[in-house]
């Protein structure tokens, strides 16, 4: 053999092995639970069953199992156990309604998707019978055998406890459920949730809570210009979705607000369907860390392409204490506000929730916020909550903190100094002071202080309260709501937010460039949130045990482009739960 047959013979040898090699690999990397961390771009398959008009749909698009899997391999040895009974928690949440057990039950045959959605505001649309919505849950199988020797074991056991069968052929397939399910014609108010399957070829199987559901999801596979599938909104916001996922969550907004018993303007006024935000949609994500997501929120309004602000940290943070577990930062608040208040304005409770603080400022000051303050924040602005200690018992005590360049608007002047005269008409003294060598304007009110025996004597304590400072440092106005948070602010340059391990880590995995950050540093503000909202508790009981390993939650805006507006949100994890 000649010498170069024998090089080439190598090279031919040498490069199957190598592209051998590599397909083994890639092939290894996708089965092992690793490869979750990169996600997939595949759509909920089970979408075909869901009607444009369909307030939720929520799919997980992996095998449970496969978390699990996860799970114990990024999790330290010892807390393997608590870990795996937590995702068992989960597991069987996810069809805890149903009374079935996922390990007896779908384990065994279960494929790498669950679907589950609110396919309707009311089943028979009647409403002197009360709203009943339609929910179906439609599984993949992974052994169609298994799958219906499942199903055949479950409603023989619902007919030995007495539940009168029924076995319906419709359009190919057969449907099973009980007699008192039958049309949902029962007049009662809240009937109890019952089941009726069907089985889909040998990929899908459906559950409801009644056959019309089940009739009206295979209408909607047979009739596919009803499907979601071919929802132009659906499509759009799937479209601007461009990372790795295992889960997504899509949201009919207008049709949620009627099922949460209001209905939105869109609903009720087809003039203003233009106003509202019409859909999101959320791509769920894994990192080693926690959990990201991916949104697409369709607001059809506001048809104007905006790029990202900034690729770097928002200049305004370097104000912000590090010891804030509440920051909002971003450029052009003045821009920001208008978006949000238009977008919300077609939904009343969710108008009020953001109208609502500022309407109480507005109240409390004698001004116009978003016309007073909003209107020259055309750079970049941060707004933090600075908590500090107050008294012997160590009762936390929170200051607001809010920056803004005024550099970029040559109103911010005469704007910063009307609120000065604002202040004065309120009977708000207006003085200055040094505080670490910066001079800054204070704003105080006098009170007098004692019981009303110690002010009927000659001798009356007047106290000076104060009710804001502000002060001009660079480009930048500062204010705060006590004297202590702007001597935190001067000093903060040494030691910002935006240097500290956490933020950074909060906002890593978050796309750049963006319009900025809202970071909540859950362990540090969780006992001021629940003092302020005590219903936040029952929320940590039912999300347990979520609330027990948030460390920080972040979400950004990615700006918009065809009346899509993308986002994403990062929730850092810690490995183990606090010991309570």
């Known amino acids: 053999m000649k010498l170069r047959s024998f090089f080439y013979l190598l090279a031919t040898i040498a490069t199957g092995l190598f592209l051998t090699g590599t397909i083994a690999f890639f092939w290894l990397f996708a089965q092992s639970p690793l490869g979750l961390l990169n996600g997939s771009r595949d759509e909920p398959s089970a979408a075909m069953f869901i009607s444009k008009q369909a307030p939720v749909m929520a799919s997980l698009m992996v095998n449970p199992d496969r978390l699990t899997a996860l799970r114990q391999i990024v999790v330290k040895p010892g807390k393997r156990k608590q870990a795996r009974a937590e995702l068992d928690q989960f597991k069987q949440g996810l069809i805890g309604a149903t009374g079935l057990d996922y390990q007896r039950d779908l384990q065994p045959w279960l494929g790498d998707e669950i679907t589950l959605a609110v396919t309707t505001l009311d089943i028979d649309r009647d409403s002197e019978n009360g709203q009943q919505p339609g929910y179906l849950m439609a599984l993949t199988t992974k052994d169609p055998q298994r799958s219906r020797e499942f199903l055949q074991v479950f409603w023989q056991k619902q007919a030995i406890a007495g539940t009168n069968l029924i076995f319906e052929p419709y359009k190919g397939t057969k449907l099973i459920y009980g007699s008192e399910l039958k049309d949902s014609q029962t007049r009662k108010p809240n009937p109890p949730l019952l089941l009726a399957s069907a089985v889909i070829g040998d990929r899908f199987v459906l ?98 392409a905006s790029t990202p602000s900034t690729s770097k940290s928002v200049g305004a943070l370097k104000y912000i204490p590090a010891s804030s577990p509440l920051s909002a930062s971003g450029v052009d608040l003045d821009r920001a506000w208008a978006n949000l208040s238009q977008g919300v304005s077609g939904y009343r409770s969710v108008a009020d929730l953001v109208n609502r603080p500022v309407e109480a400022l507005n109240d409390r000051w004698k001004l116009d916020l978003p016309q007073d303050i909003f209107s020259w924040v055309k750079g970049d602005y941060a707004l933090g909550l600075v908590p500090r200690p107050e008294g012997t018992q160590e009762k936390t005590v929170s200051d607001w903190v809010f920056v803004a360049d005024k550099s970029t608007d040559q109103t911010a002047q005469s704007a ?47 106290q000076a309260q104060v009710a804001g400072v502000h ?85 950004s805006s990615y700006g918009s482009r065809s009346g899509v507006q993308r986002g994403g949100a990062f929730l850092k994890l810690e490995e183990t739960s606090k010991v309570k």
């Not at 106003?275 to 369709?298: K, M, N, S």
């Not at 002071?433 to 007047?462: F, I, M, P, Y």
């Not at 005590?534 to 940590?540: D, I, M, R, S």
């Open 207 to 304: 559950f409801a809570n009644s056959p019309k559901v089940l009739r009206d999801a295979i209408n909607t596979v047979q009739a596919e210009e009803l499907g979601l599938e071919n929802s132009t909104n659906y499509q759009s916001a799937i479209a601007n979705l461009t990372q790795g996922r295992i889960g997504m969550v899509f949201l009919n907004l207008p049709q949620l607000a009627a099922l949460t018993g209001e209905e939105s303007v869109a609903v009720t006024n087809s003039e203003e369907v233009s106003a509202v935000y019409q859909g999101l949609a959320i791509a769920l994500g894994l990192d080693r860390q926690g959990l990201t997501a991916e949104t697409a929120l369709l607001a059809p309004a506001v048809d104007i």
């Open 416 to 462: 910063i100094e009307h609120l000065d005269d604002i202040a004065k008409a309120q009977g708000i003294s207006i003085g200055s002071l040094q505080l670490s060598d910066q001079t800054v304007n204070v704003w105080t009110r006098l009170l007098v202080a004692g019981d009303a025996e110690k002010r009927s004597q000659k001798t009356v304590d007047v």
């Open 471 to 555: 002060a001009s440092v660079g480009n930048y106005e500062i204010f705060t709501t006590s004297v202590e948070a702007m001597d935190d602010v001067l000093k903060a340059t040494k030691n910002p937010i935006s240097q500290t391990k956490g933020f950074e880590q909060a906002i890593a995995p978050l796309s750049t460039p963006n319009n900025g950050y809202l970071y909540l540093d859950w362990q540090t503000a969780q006992p001021i949130l629940e003092s302020r909202f005590p219903v936040l508790k029952v929320l940590e009981f039912a999300g347990q045990p979520f609330f027990d390993h948030l460390r920080s939650f972040t979400i």
